[in-house]
């Protein structure tokens, strides 16, 4: 089976700085990985994806992820935090199950953003 | 999300009480899928659908089932809510899990408190 190890639980950054959640997945084969945020009280939402493509995913909001094979890594990125960036994200690997595929998530990181 | 709502969006039982929570969606998508939400366990599947009787068991199935008599509705039922069932559910839809471009739509979660 697929899963998603998000390396920290809690990321502190001040505005304007940059931002980096990282996400190591484990895969038997090639995989599409997701990330997906959540702002307080709120639902999910998709901000990027990779699905085989391009190797650098552009995705909403400034965010951008690097799937990289030989890390088996998918760290996600943001040159320049905004204090709306404040919210839990979550990697996100797609695995086999009977009949199609699932979404498996990882734990989550709670981005914070200080002024 | 437009296509996809959850009922209800808010619910409170006693233990030892059945509950069934709903979701419909409008955009006749074959797969649907049941997931739960706790700090720190981010979200887990627990059921899912791919196609009117077709289900079977995710992650964390026990206490739970499900039923989709339509394709437009899938059930999540507790026999008998316990404390532990406390959570936050999500469905979420797919039309394809084949290709590069499939996606996953979330509902907006229904909180189920169980006392």
């Known amino acids: 089976a697929q899963s998603v190890t998000q390396l920290d639980s809690h990321v502190s950054v001040s505005e304007g700085t940059p931002v980096l959640l990282r996400c190591n997945y484990s895969?038997?084969?090639?995989?599409?990985l997701f990330w997906y945020v959540q702002h307080p009280n709120k639902g999910l939402q998709l901000l990027l994806k990779y699905t085989s493509a391009a190797t650098l995913v552009k995705g909403i909001n400034g965010f951008e992820a690097e799937f990289k094979k030989s890390e088996t890594s998918f760290h996600l990125t943001k040159p320049s935090a905004h204090m709306s960036d404040a919210a839990e994200y979550f990697c996100?690997?797609?695995?086999?199950?009977?009949?199609?595929?699932?979404?498996?998530f990882g734990k989550g990181t709670t981005l914070s953003v200080s002024s | 999300d437009a296509g996809i709502t959850q009922s209800p969006r808010h619910k409170v039982t006693e233990t030892g009480t059945p509950v069934t929570l709903r979701c419909h969606q409008t955009?006749?998508?074959?797969?649907m899928y049941w997931y739960r939400q706790d700090p720190g366990h981010g979200l887990r599947l627990i059921h899912y659908s791919y196609g009117v009787k077709d289900t079977d068991k995710g992650e964390v199935s026990d206490g739970y089932s499900v039923s989709r008599s339509k394709t437009e509705d899938f059930l999540l039922t507790l026999e008998s809510a316990t404390s532990s069932q406390t959570s936050v559910y999500f469905c979420?839809?797919?039309?394809?899990?084949?290709?590069?471009?499939?996606?996953?739509?979330f509902g907006s979660g229904t909180r189920l408190t169980v006392v």
């Open positions: 979420a839809i797919s039309e394809s899990n084949r290709g590069t471009n499939y996606g996953y739509t």
């Open positions: 955009e006749n998508h074959r797969y």
């Open positions: 895969s038997s084969y090639s995989p599409s």
């Open positions: 996100v690997v797609s695995d086999r199950v009977k009949a199609g595929t699932a979404l498996i």
